[in-house]
């Protein structure tokens, strides 16, 4: 934070400014900027810069805010100069979203004092289930394992012997292994991930993983001068029905959004009856 001191201290000591008091400000809060009647104090930058950011980033911080700041009150000025006093008339805009804005405040609050956020699993597979179409992607889907390893190294054909293991326990053990032993050992937590994902670990794009790797279910190559020993545990097609498990966060959001929807079309349906019946609404 000094360092962001220093550096509006030398801009007012360019820009020649002296000591200006104002209503509701130290004496030696410091002027940065001006236009018109509007003043941009020390105050208001040091308020908003982040800690620990080196010299050059505070600087260039402060002069993009300062040009934020003068670039907003430069257009309403040319506004207020150039519309007309109907166009300047903003009341219109500002009750509507005023009532928009305390609306969707309420809406909200109400909902979520409500919303059952408990979405089980048989309810998740229930959802799955009647609605397939919406488990299928437009991209390859796997359980992989990458282990990237030098063929030089000593460990290097006891890891080739044993990374396509399957059993719980073999692979609790090759990983293991290989977090001493190997340059990386990546198993994407045992989850399904879009093949784009294990492309990015392999320093590749997904045509290339598309075209070597998804084939083969345990393959070795090199990309960018490294080492990798793959293998596809499991893969689906693109264009095909996902698996469960990797539906199961997006179904829950899906049945919280109907959820939220249906509470939502109740509350409007309660407050127009409560008006029809209390007098509040009278349509002629």
């Not at 700041?69 to 509507?96: I, M, N, P, Y």
């Not at 326990?169 to 340059?183: G, I, K, M, N, T």
């Not at 045992?190 to 294990?198: R, T």
Request: proline residues 3%; glycine residues 4%.
């Amino acid at each position: 934070m000094r360092k962001v001191l220093l550096i509006i201290m030398t801009m007012l000591l360019v820009a020649g400014c002296s000591f200006i008091e104002k209503k509701g400000r130290n004496l030696q809060d410091r002027r940065v900027a001006r236009i018109g009647h509007e003043v941009l104090y020390e105050s208001d930058i040091v308020r908003i810069m982040p800690e620990g950011v080196s010299s050059a980033d505070s600087a260039a911080m402060v002069s993009r805010y300062i040009n934020t700041w003068a670039l907003d009150r430069l257009l309403l000025l040319k506004a207020e100069e150039q519309l007309s006093k109907a166009e300047r008339d903003v009341t219109a805009e500002v009750e509507e979203f005023r009532s928009t804005l305390l609306g969707f405040r309420f809406e909200k609050r109400w909902v979520e004092e409500r919303l059952d956020t408990t979405v089980t699993l048989e309810e998740a597979r229930l959802y799955y289930e009647e609605h397939p179409s919406s488990s299928i992607f437009p991209y390859p889907l796997v359980k992989a394992r990458v282990i990237r390893i030098s063929t030089g190294s000593p460990y290097y054909e006891t890891i080739k012997s044993a990374y396509t293991v399957t059993s719980e326990q073999d692979v609790a053990e090759l990983r293991e292994f290989c977090y001493s032993s190997a340059e990386r050992y990546a198993d994407f937590g045992g989850e399904w991930i879009p093949l784009s994902q294990l492309a990015k670990e392999l320093g590749t794009d997904i045509e290339t993983c598309t075209r070597e790797v998804l084939p083969r279910r345990s393959s070795e190559m090199k990309f960018n001068d490294s080492n990798y020993l793959i293998f596809i545990e499991e893969k689906v097609d693109a264009g095909t029905v996902s698996p469960f498990e990797y539906n199961v966060a997006r179904i829950r959001e899906t049945i919280l959004g109907k959820r939220k929807q249906e509470l939502l079309t109740k509350l409007e349906q309660d407050l127009l009856e409560d008006a029809h019946i209390n007098g509040t609404l009278k349509i002629y």
